[in-house]
């Protein structure tokens, strides 16, 4: 039997590539398998974007070979 709770609070996980959502109650019975796969909350994902000029690379262009 099945009982369906309205009142259910949603989570938001992600493990970098894929974001699912599962119920407060599931994450919290569940919390040391969803981060042995690799999955933590979304919210407290910080995305910090550096943006070094030192470390470029500057590629050559590509030699084109000669046609016999």
Do not use: C, W
């Not at 259910?8 to 994450?27: A, C, D, F, H, W």
């Not at 933590?40 to 070979?65: F, M, Q, R, T, W």
């Amino acid at each position: 039997m099945v009982k369906i709770i309205s009142n259910v609070t949603l989570v938001k996980l992600t493990n970098g590539k894929k974001i699912i959502e599962r119920s407060k109650l599931q994450y919290e019975a569940n919390i040391k398998h969803f981060a042995m796969r690799g999955f933590k909350l979304a919210s407290d994902k910080v995305e910090e974007i550096k943006s070094d000029a030192e470390n470029v690379v500057k590629l050559k262009p590509k030699k084109k070979g000669k046609k016999k």
